[in-house]
């Protein structure tokens, strides 16, 4: 199935299969397995969802800052193959504990900690593209990666899902169930990573034999002041992202928290999230096929529109087969906007800094959805409702929508 790709494209797609097993459990079992012992601890649906809702804005700030220093360290001679190897064994771990953690506080800093590494990992992950690929392969390889990600992550959630079904009905212990379940996912996560972490090898990078910490930080700001003075394109276009990707990535992190807080069956929400990684497979195999004939801008643009769909269909969900369609709109274009602005980004970017640049690109991106997650929990503070807290990402998908065409036209 991979006969087209080399060795390290390979092993480079392989990572996304491996650490989307955790992306699933972050947007299905994560947020029920805290939901009820949130509901242990005698905590509201609504409230539930704003501590959800915040513990996931702090992971993402905390992103923020880390991912630009990260990458720009990362860029030196050597360095971003054992950053990468030691933020993936901190995130393994953390995932292995999210299923032993016995209270609700503990389980959300076990669960911020776990994120953080997860998406280091992926700022580093990202920035390899460069490396592991050329320029006119990006889109497909990149593609590629979300689209082997959503399908492979289905075999180890399909066991996670099978074994919290049997502590849900009582024909195992359920604790020992959630144990196993996240220990399966950390497992999968850590050995679909190996080939990567034996082949890869930095081609690109800075020469920097002293002060590397204090120069990355110089580097960050003269990229920032250039990247504004100079790469209009590039600036605009990351502005853009950080509105359209907050709102993409709050949607999927927040889609069963979402379903929980509106009372949905929790078995179906599980079952059509497993099914939605089908239409994500499809699709952004589609949109990799379709990037061969029309421009990225362009298939970005569509994913957008969709996105607002949803955002404004979530005002009229109200039962868990309007939560399918939903579901199935996201999975259409989730993978599709994801990978084509991953490759659209590392095509416009010099290679030999990607990872200082993937940093910020993280800071627009995973790193600065915390404005998305909170604007759900104020919302659903201020009005008790979850449908219009939903709805006010559509904003998000506007302005980006914006700035994207702005950037387009320079």
């Known amino acids: 199935m991979f006969k087209k790709f080399n060795s390290l494209e390979r092993a480079w797609i392989y990572y996304d299969i491996g650490n989307s097993a955790f992306t699933m459990m972050v947007s299905t079992i994560i947020p029920i397995w805290f939901n009820l012992l949130a509901t242990e601890a005698g905590i509201s649906n609504s409230d539930y969802l ?4 915040y513990a996931t804005s702090v992971a993402t700030i905390l992103v923020a800052f880390i991912g630009p220093v990260f990458g720009a360290i990362s860029d030196n001679k050597n360095f971003k193959k ?32 776990a994120k953080v590494c997860y998406q280091a990992s992926l700022v580093l992950y990202d920035s390899m593209l460069t490396d592991v690929t ?4 990006m889109d497909i390889v990149s593609s590629q990666g979300y689209a082997w990600g959503y399908i492979g992550s289905c075999i180890p959630f399909l066991a996670a899902l099978i074994l ?25 996560w850590l050995g679909v990573s190996v080939p990567l972490i034996k082949g890869y090898k930095q081609n690109y990078y800075v ?13 960050i700001g003269h990229t920032l002041v250039h990247i504004y003075k100079n790469e209009k394109k590039i600036f605009f276009f990351l502005l853009g992202f950080f509105f359209y990707i907050d ?5 999927i992190d927040e889609a069963v928290a979402i379903g929980t807080s509106l009372g949905l069956d929790q078995i179906g929400l599980l079952v059509i999230l497993l099914l939605t990684q089908v239409v994500a497979f499809a699709f952004a195999t589609l949109f990799g096929k379709l990037s061969e004939k029309y421009n990225s801008v362009s298939l970005i643009t569509v994913c957008i529109g969709g996105y607002a769909f949803v955002a404004i269909f979530a005002l009229f969900m109200h039962s868990l087969w309007q939560f399918g369609i939903m579901a199935f709109v996201v999975g259409m ?30 800071i627009c991106g995973k790193g600065a959805a915390f404005m998305g997650t909170t604007l759900v929990g104020i919302t659903v503070s201020i009005t008790n409702n979850v449908n219009i807290a939903v709805a006010t990402l559509a904003v998000l998908f506007v302005f980006g929508f914006f700035f994207l065409k702005k950037s387009a036209q320079l």
């Open 207 to 219: 020469e920097n034999t002293s002060g590397k910490i204090k120069s990355s930080f110089q580097r």
């Open 164 to 188: 919290y079904f049997l502590g849900m009905t009582e024909r195992m212990n359920f604790h020992l169930a959630i144990m196993l379940a996240f220990v399966i996912i950390a497992l999968w």
């Open 50 to 53: 704003a501590y959800w809702s």
């Open 247 to 251: 709102g993409v990535y709050t949607i």
């Open 333 to 362: 274009f989730q993978g599709a906007i994801q990978a084509l602005s991953r490759s659209y980004y590392a095509q416009i970017i010099p290679a030999e800094t990607s990872g200082e640049y993937f940093g910020l690109y993280d």
């Open 134 to 137: 050329t320029p006119e392969r």
């Open 82 to 113: 054992p950053m990468f190897i030691t933020v993936l064994l901190i995130g393994v771990v953390g995932c292995a504990l999210l299923g032993i953690v016995p209270n609700w506080l503990l389980y959300l800093v076990t669960y911020v900690i």
